[in-house]
């Protein structure tokens, strides 16, 4: 993309900025190493995983919060000179391992850690910092929020995320019997960590919506919890 961009602008004219972002932290993308992490972690904390896989933690990168990168995103746009090509990164530069350690500090339980040999590379970059020197003097672009603050922004919104997920299962159960109260947000805050030991300290709502289903619900009703059981794997939540 970089190199037919930088053709087209060239040869047509085409009006193009290049960007070369580097590493920012989305807890949407969980195809990356600091989401795989904060997710682990926090399945971990849910008693639904046992330990944190990883592979190569020595590369050493630059970090930036999603919004620092968003940011630089709207003001290249808007400031950014035609033709230019920009490297943008953030202004703290760590290991990955330095980044899953700082994830571990924030966590609520112990974290055991074990290399997946899976998950090396046959080649992998060990260190990728960028010169964003360009970019910040055409546009005033800085970075305003702090590693620490953003590495817990990422873990919070997972859990965030996890909760929504858990609470929508929840939900789809409870909705199937009539007979069992319904847990709404004004008891259960989607968004407070507590949900989780809440539940777990009331797992038998669990038992008690199997069974009252299977006493009272006919048949087509009782094939369609066992699907239920299986497509969601209650179990393995608590």
Not at 16 to 28: C, E, L, P, Q, V
Not at 44 to 56: A, M, T
Not at 204 to 214: A, D, G, P, W
Request: proline share 2%.
């Amino acid at each position: 993309q970089d190199l037919i961009s930088q053709v087209y602008k060239k040869i047509y004219g085409s009006k193009i900025i290049i960007t070369r972002m580097f590493s920012y932290t989305n807890a949407r993308r969980s195809n990356l190493f600091q989401s795989a992490f904060a997710k682990q972690i926090v399945e971990i904390e849910s008693k639904k995983k046992k330990y944190l896989f990883h592979g190569n933690l020595k590369s050493k990168r630059t970090f930036m919060d999603i919004d620092d990168a968003m940011n630089a995103y709207w003001l290249c746009a808007t400031k950014g000179k035609i033709g230019e090509i920009y490297n943008i990164g953030g202004n703290k530069t760590v290991s990955i391992e330095k980044f899953l350690d700082q994830l571990i500090k924030l966590s609520k339980t112990k974290i055991i850690t074990k290399l997946n040999r899976k998950l090396l590379r046959p080649s992998d970059v060990n260190v990728q910092i960028p010169n964003s020197n360009k970019f910040k003097k055409d546009t005033g672009w800085r970075i305003n929020i702090r590693f620490k603050d953003s590495v817990e922004k990422l873990l919070n919104e997972i859990r965030s995320n996890f909760l929504k997920k858990f609470w929508n299962l929840m939900r789809k159960i409870l909705y199937i019997s009539s007979d069992v109260p319904s847990l709404n947000s004004t008891t259960l805050p989607m968004h407070d960590y507590s949900v989780i030991k809440y539940l777990k300290k009331k797992y038998q709502i669990y038992l008690l919506i199997v069974k009252t289903i299977s006493i009272n619900q006919k048949q087509e009703d009782l094939i369609k919890i066992n699907l239920l059981k299986k497509k969601l794997k209650i179990k393995k939540i608590f």
